[in-house]
């Protein structure tokens, strides 16, 4: 640990661990504290809160050969425990990332995966060094598993196919994060780690290149964040939420990352919270109890003050509406109301932009919400309201405001239905979208969105007055009147039963009836497509005296369906419909210029 009697000391830098579902996080960061442990000594690892600190020591027990501890001052490293670039991006310190330095874990056969490549475009963004761990090379064809081994002693181990099977695979991950943009080699062909990514093979079963990535991660801290390391270890504290936990006996705790300066017992706080920042007064520091104790009965134990960098779990009054990566902050030296005010500057930086109309978010941590609101500015989605925390009632009332019937919607980014939401959701119009990947959840909006359009065009489809022209054939007078019967052949559109028939007298339409029956062959239809020859029964004209064989009618499109036709349909209906609607809109329009628009 380090020493926090001395103000200006080097702290440890924050390692995170990223990459796609089932590459290994979890198992390399059991690994890492496994060996690390196994290394023996006392004091091998210390445990935080959220977060397990490997000192210099244990660091350079394990990689043996590959370090001289001399050659490092910085004290060891600090693994967050919750591996991926959720809680990555929920870790934030002064608006940019709060890990220093990040691993990417990609297993050597899967290759670059979407949340790979999410987990890229974040570290891009933050500018966050990192390097890969490419994590499985135990399932090679025919591997010789050297346990706990560095990785090119590993190598030399195995059978020329085995080598070669895992160099292919290996360089596979070299070409995809150069296709993504970063030029990249095995970790012990880089020369220089700020214009290059090292990739270091390894696995998190056997344990083998373990101690590679240790020691790269340790090497690049050394030599690219030194003088961001350097903190007054006395200042006031400033950390992170990790987590907003209820703990019996404490009521709500904020589980918080340290990495500036330190917290005492009894220091006022800043809390970022769901409305207004939260001014509180320390009641306990809590931190897990050594491995050694515990037998005792209490999960936690209190500490009198905490520095840079650690893991910590604070118990104060009033945390309930804390929100997991809001910031922390000590007040000490300075006005309340100054903290108040950079507190509320942070916060604002994440603050996402909403607008008038638009679907509900919400999202487990600030980090997660601001990346659901970039994704879905993206997707060209507008949001009408954004928020941290479990669904609620009142997310479902707010969802139903929208105006669009597609906005009545909730997207719900890694977290629940609260029980007292699930009648409400039931008995409203209003669709809940749950995912824990971001795009999967906006392409599940996106596509539930396409397929409503759809819908909503095929019942308005269904609705809409066709157009059709056609043309009275000679000698096929069935009978004259009450309906007048007559033989026709649809030259355009779809001649439908049931509508206003009528001719152009010049550029005047004059209605002369309504269909009330088409027959096929003998047999009643419903409507007739273009180039077929029915009879029709219309019902008010005479024929002889209004209507004449040979004459060309049309059907009468009401204004108001010839104007949808027009401007939202016309990709919807045929090449013969939209022909007979241009020229009845033409004729139409030669009286008026505007009809229908
Ligand atoms: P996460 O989702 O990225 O945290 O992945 P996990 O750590 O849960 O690992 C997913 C699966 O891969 C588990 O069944 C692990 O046992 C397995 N696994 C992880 N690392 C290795 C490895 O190095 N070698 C082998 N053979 N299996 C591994």
Not at 39 to 43: D, H, M, P
Not at 476 to 483: A, C, E, I, K, V
């Given at each position: 640990m380090t020493d926090h009697t001395h103000a200006d000391t080097l702290r440890t830098p924050i390692v995170a661990v990223l990459g796609?579902?089932?590459?290994?996080k979890t198992s390399l960061l059991d690994t890492i504290r496994g060996s690390a442990v196994s290394?023996?000594?006392?004091?091998a690892i210390t445990q935080h809160i959220g977060a397990t600190d490997i000192p210099l020591d244990t660091i350079s027990g394990m990689a043996g050969e590959l370090i001289?501890?001399?050659?490092?001052?910085?004290p060891g490293l600090l693994f967050i425990d919750t591996p991926g670039h959720h809680s990555f991006s929920t870790l934030r310190a002064r608006g940019g990332a709060l890990a220093d330095i990040a691993v990417l874990v990609v297993d050597v056969n899967d290759g670059f995966q979407p949340q790979t490549e999410e987990a890229i475009d974040i570290l891009r963004r933050t500018g966050t060094p990192f390097v890969v761990a490419?994590?499985?090379?135990?399932?090679?064809?025919g591997w010789n598993p050297q346990d706990g081994e560095p990785i090119q002693r590993s190598m030399e181990a195995q059978s020329e196919r085995a080598k070669s099977m895992l160099d292919e695979n290996l360089y596979e991950i070299i070409g995809q994060l150069s296709d993504a943009g970063f030029s990249a080699d095995l970790y012990w062909r880089v020369q220089d780690f700020q214009k290059n990514i090292g990739v270091v093979p390894l696995s998190a079963l056997t344990g083998e290149g373990v101690p590679d990535l240790l020691t790269v991660l340790m090497g690049l801290s050394q030599r690219f964040m030194k003088e961001e390391m350097a903190i007054d270890v006395t200042g006031p504290g400033e950390g992170t939420v990790l987590e907003v936990k209820d703990e019996r006996g404490f009521g709500a705790t904020v589980d918080t990352v340290v990495y500036d300066g330190v917290i005492r017992n009894g220091d006022t706080v800043v809390v970022g919270g769901q409305d207004e920042p939260i001014v509180t007064e320390v009641r306990a520091l809590l931190r897990p109890r050594p491995l050694a104790e515990i037998?005792?009965?209490?999960?936690f134990e209190k500490v009198g003050e905490i520095g840079a960098a650690a893991g910590v779990k604070i118990a104060a009054p009033d945390l309930d509406e804390a929100m997991a990566g809001a910031p922390v902050r000590v007040v000490r030296d300075r006005t309340v109301d100054q903290v108040v005010e950079e507190v509320k500057a942070e916060l604002a930086e994440i603050e996402v932009e909403t607008a008038d109309n638009g679907v509900v978010v919400k999202a487990d941590t600030l980090g997660s919400l601001e990346a659901m609101a970039n994704a879905l500015r993206e997707a060209e989605v507008p949001i009408l309201r954004a928020e941290v925390g479990d669904i609620a009632p009142r997310d479902i009332a707010v969802a139903e405001t929208a105006n669009q019937d597609e906005h009545k919607a909730i997207l719900g980014f890694n977290v629940d239905l609260l029980q007292n939401a699930e009648s409400d959701l039931e008995n409203a119009d209003v669709k809940l979208f749950k995912n824990k990947v971001i795009y999967q959840l906006v392409e599940d909006y996106e596509r539930y969105v396409e397929e409503k359009q759809r819908a909503q065009q095929e019942t308005v489809l269904d609705k809409v007055v066709r157009p059709a022209r056609f043309r009275i054939l000679p000698d096929?007078?069935?009978?004259?009147?009450?309906?007048a019967v007559v033989g026709v052949e649809v030259i355009s559109g779809t001649l439908q039963n049931n509508r206003n028939v009528g001719f152009f007298d010049g550029n005047e339409f004059e209605r002369v009836g309504g269909l009330s029956g088409i027959q096929k062959q003998g047999e009643d239809v419903d409507e007739a497509r273009s180039g077929e020859r029915v009879s029709i029964a219309i019902d008010g004209p005479t024929v002889g005296r209004d209507i004449e064989e040979g004459d060309t009618l049309w059907t009468e499109v009401p204004e108001k369906h010839a104007k949808i036709l027009e401007q939202e349909l016309k990709e919807e209906i045929t090449a013969d419909e939209r022909e007979a609607l241009q020229g009845y809109l033409d004729t139409r329009r030669k009286r008026d210029p505007f009809w229908g628009k």
């Open positions: 796609h579902v089932d590459h290994g290394e023996g000594e006392a004091g001289d501890p001399s050659d490092f001052d910085l490419a994590n499985k090379v135990d399932t090679t064809p037998r005792t009965e209490k999960e096929h007078t069935f009978r004259q009147n009450d309906p």
